[in-house]
């Protein structure tokens, strides 16, 4: 496992500020030719995306491959979801829809090992397909292992500060869109934006990282100063579809009026 890998979560945590994208294409092609780019991290979206087991397994692989750090957006917070993850070898994991102190509790007990926790078995990618010692698998995996809950939802608004700060849970994503679909409002409206606000002051308090999304990379500077670092901007569809309009436009400027 490459440095990146490794220092991921502590560089989260320490609130250095981290770039990151979606995956919505499940390739592990596409995520070989992302490593590239020199991103901190690259989310895989399972919750919108169709992710298999075997697709996030294979992605991961090219991942890892490259030194990446991973995360998956996982369907859904059942401990087969997210341990089927952590076993492919993601760096960590994005729960969607949470909204309360003990559904974050379950979800930062799962995916570490211990007594009803992530189950062990030394043949997985994470644990070098039996190649490493049960200690040494363990110790970094609990060090090493990212966890992150998603913040989308009005019934998680009163309690977003119990929920960034149940231990485990490394830090808490801003969904900006689903909350701006649940007050009815465009996502710029002042209530929406102020709701935002309050939950990174939230995950300040509790001392946990922040993350969002967004579409414009020039909301960055007024978020990284209420405290968020993370920031997973566009995705690979995002990425192709701009490139090829901007192919097809500058064609066409150029006289060339075939469509």
């Not at 502590?10 to 981290?18: E, K, Q, S, W, Y």
């Not at 969904?175 to 606000?197: H, Q, T």
């Amino acid at each position: 496992m490459g440095e990146h890998i490794q220092n991921f979560r502590a560089r989260l945590t320490n609130g250095a500020p981290l770039i990151g994208t979606f995956v919505k294409t499940p390739s592990p092609v596409v995520c070989e030719v992302l490593a590239q780019a020199l991103l901190d991290v690259v989310c895989l979206d399972a919750e919108h995306a169709p992710f298999g087991r075997m697709e996030i397994d294979s992605c991961i692989a090219a991942l890892r491959a490259a030194d990446q750090p991973s995360l998956v957006r996982v369907c859904s917070d059942t401990a087969a979801e997210i341990r089927s993850a952590l076993d492919s070898g993601a760096t960590g994991i994005l729960a969607p829809h949470v909204t309360s102190v003990s559904q974050a509790r379950a979800i930062a007990h799962t995916a570490r090992f211990g007594e009803g926790g992530r189950g062990y078995s030394g043949s997985t990618r994470a644990a070098g397909f039996g190649t490493r010692s049960l200690r040494d698998h363990i110790d970094d995996s609990n060090a090493q292992t990212t966890v992150i809950v998603q913040i989308e939802d009005l019934a998680a608004l009163d309690s977003v500060a119990a929920i960034a700060a149940v231990e485990g849970i490394d830090g808490v994503f801003i969904g900006r869109m689903d909350l701006a679909v649940a007050m009815g409002k465009d996502p710029l409206d002042p209530e929406v934006i102020d709701a935002v606000a309050a939950i990174c002051a939230a995950g300040r308090k509790a001392g946990v990282a922040i993350g969002m999304f967004f579409t414009s990379i020039s909301e960055v500077p007024r978020w990284r100063a209420a405290g968020a670092n993370l920031f997973l901007l566009g995705s690979d569809q995002g990425f192709v579809l701009s490139g090829a309009r901007q192919l097809a436009a500058a064609f066409r400027e150029d006289g060339n009026n075939s469509r």
